[in-house]
């Protein structure tokens, strides 16, 4: 997705809502600091939203989420999401970041900063999520070492903890020195 995109889906979402804030979780809250960036590392046709300021409007999300009219229309919707939905670092809420102006009718958006986003991605695993955060280290938006302090303020089982470091240590064994 293109950052327009992201735009008009918060555009829409406070139209439906009446929410002028949306926490945004997924994959598309790199565009809170990499606005210009829409290639392969963010092909999700979704923007997972929460209504902070009024947690059960986010539900109302879903009249622009998955097989809505508006995601007919555009290929592109909300997906209305809560806190329990990624597993995220202790004090996430502090270093979210505010989505770069657009046109958005004054809907604020705040995504999760690349690192929390990335500790997300490798708590769920999923396939997709390595390529992602692969992509993350091999482009320099992550540190490794600033995901290994998350990851050690993030409630896990040890042995999932372990398995999260061997990964975000490969992650970075791949990246080109130059």
């Known amino acids: 997705?293109?950052?327009?995109?992201?735009?008009?889906?918060?555009?829409?979402?406070g139209r439906f809502?009446?929410?002028?804030?949306?926490?945004?979780?997924?994959?598309q809250a790199l565009h809170g600091t990499h606005?210009?960036?829409?290639?392969?590392?963010?092909?999700?046709?979704?923007?997972d939203l929460i209504a902070p300021a009024n947690v059960s409007r986010t539900e109302w999300l879903n009249v622009i989420?998955?097989?809505?009219p508006f995601h007919e229309t555009y290929g592109y919707y909300a997906d209305p999401?809560?806190?329990?939905t990624a597993i995220l670092p202790e004090g996430w809420m502090g270093r979210l970041v505010p989505l770069a102006p657009g046109d958005t009718d004054?809907?604020?958006?705040?995504c999760l900063d690349p690192h929390d986003l990335a500790i997300a991605k490798y708590a769920a695993g999923?396939?997709?999520?390595?390529?992602?955060?692969r992509e993350l280290a091999l482009r320099g938006i992550t540190s490794q070492q600033r995901l290994l302090g998350l990851l050690e303020r993030t409630e896990l089982p040890a042995d999932r903890r372990a398995?999260?470091?061997?990964?975000?240590?490969?992650d970075f064994a791949d990246r080109d020195p130059r």
Request: hydrophobic share 40%; charged share 30%; glycine share 10%.
């Open 1 to 13: 997705m293109k950052k327009r995109q992201v735009d008009h889906v918060l555009r829409a979402a």
């Open 17 to 27: 809502t009446g929410e002028k804030r949306f926490i945004v979780i997924g994959s």
């Open 35 to 47: 606005p210009d960036l829409a290639d392969r590392i963010l092909t999700s046709f979704e923007v």
């Open 65 to 68: 989420g998955v097989d809505s």
């Open 81 to 84: 999401v809560d806190t329990r």
């Open 106 to 110: 004054g809907v604020q958006g705040l």
């Open 126 to 133: 999923r396939n997709t999520d390595g390529v992602f955060t």
């Open 163 to 170: 398995e999260i470091r061997a990964r975000i240590v490969a």
